[in-house]
T-cell receptor, first 113, second 114 residues
Framework: AQSVTQPDIHITVSEGASLELRCNYS??????LFWYVQSPGQGLQLLLK??????LVQGIKGFEAEFKRSQSSFNLRKPSVHWSDAAEYFC???????????FGTGTSLTVIP | DVKVTQSSRYLVKRTGEKVFLECVQD?????MFWYRQDPGLGLRLIYF???????EKGDIPEGYSVSREKKERFSLILESASTNQTSMYLC????FGPGWNEQYFGPGTRLTVT
């Protein structure tokens, strides 16, 4: 069965520190992978996506993610976190042959000064 | 920019009422989706539509129905609202294949059923 796991429910980092949010997936087909961000009271916004090619993908707001097929992971990173990055982050997986997305349960990020 | 709008940001209804949540997208997208979002459960797909008048059940369709009479509009209907349907409802749209194309989300409707 397809699934997405975000093992960290909540993460707190200091402003200026680096960030890594974990995402593991289970999917039979070649996965299409996405990271979304949800600011308080808002809908979800796409940060980045991976379809094929270079396994390190760059997104908006200085985020990047690396696809590691051997580990079934697609972790999100940012070298220096800003207070405005405080939000909920969702990993999602889909496939060319499928007709649904599968979202993880989200990781809530708190940024402290 | 793609814009997905939802008719209400906040809604309070009574148990047993019929509730309509409306969603409109302005980019001629083929696919539209309704999710509910609950703490600790992430987003769960209720229904999606891949064309006008076409729909498919998602993971949690019980207690809900949908309507898509026009390409740009996708409605979620709670036939008889219950307290366990208190939640955040998110609408989304995508241009192509639901399984692999990025989705664009509306701001959400926070529904409270009392």
């Amino acid at each position: 069965a397809q699934s997405v796991t975000q093992p960290d429910i909540h993460i707190t980092v200091s402003e200026g520190a680096s960030l890594e949010l974990r995402c593991n997936y289970s999917y039979g087909a070649t996965p299409y992978l996405f990271w979304y961000v949800q600011s308080p009271g808002q809908g979800l916004q796409l940060l980045l996506k991976y379809f094929s090619g270079d396994t390190l993908v760059q997104g908006i707001k200085g985020f990047e993610a690396e696809f590691k097929r051997s580990q079934s992971s697609f972790n999100l990173r940012k070298p220096s976190v800003h207070w405005s990055d405080a939000a909920e982050y969702f990993c999602a997986v889909g496939a060319l042959s499928g007709n649904q997305f599968y979202f993880g349960t989200g990781t809530s990020l708190t940024v402290i000064p | 920019d793609v814009k997905v709008t939802q008719s209400s940001r906040y809604l309070v209804k009574r148990t047993g009422e019929k509730v309509f949540l409306e969603c409109v997208q302005d980019m001629d997208h083929e696919n539209m989706f309704w999710y509910r979002q609950d703490p600790g459960l992430g987003l769960r797909l209720i229904y999606f539509s891949y064309d006008v008048k076409m729909k498919e059940k998602g993971d949690i369709p019980e207690g809900y129905s949908v309507s898509r009479e026009k390409k740009e509009r996708f409605s979620l209907i709670l036939e008889s609202a219950s307290t366990n349907q208190t939640s955040m409802y998110l609408c989304a749209s995508s241009l192509f294949g639901p399984g692999w194309n990025e989705q664009y989300f509306g701001p959400g409707t926070r529904l409270t059923v009392t």
